[in-house]
Nanobody, 122 residues
Framework: QVQLVESGGGLVQAGGSLRLSCAAS????????MGWFRQTPGKEREFVAA????????YYADAVKGRFTISRDNVKNTVYLQMNSLKPEDTAVYYC???????????????WGQGTQVTVSS
């Protein structure tokens, strides 16, 4: 069972940047694709970005393409989400996610962290 712990959320002005981190433990991190999702009250959780187990492949939701960058460090067992040019509509709880099956791409996420709040003020 993988454990995922997010950090790095906070309050930022529109146009600013934040970097989220997700530390993973409990299984071989480097064998699994990882991702980020977000959710606002009253809405379903939505996909933000994903990265393959090697880090060589990524894909993004259209809403964040060109502004957000997902990356991973397989030595530190951590996945990151660099968020630039933030907009008020990026305000949400951001969740780290891990695939349930090793060496699969595209991923099918089945494990989740507790989430970290990101608030972008206008």
């Amino acid at each position: 069972q993988v454990q995922l712990v997010e950090s790095g959320g906070g309050l930022v002005q529109a146009g600013g940047s934040l970097r989220l981190s997700c530390a993973a433990s409990g299984r071989t991190f480097s064998s699994y694709a990882m991702g980020w999702f977000r959710q606002t009250p009253g809405k379903e959780r939505e996909f933000v970005a994903a990265v393959s187990w090697t880090g060589s492949s990524t894909y993004y939701a259209d809403a964040v393409k060109g502004r957000f960058t997902i990356s991973r460090d397989n030595v530190k067992n951590t996945v990151y989400l660099q968020m630039n040019s933030l907009k008020p509509e990026d305000t949400a709880v951001y969740y780290c996610a891990a695939d349930r099956v090793r060496f699969r791409w595209p991923a099918d996420f089945g494990s989740w962290g507790q989430g970290t709040q990101v608030t972008v003020s206008s």
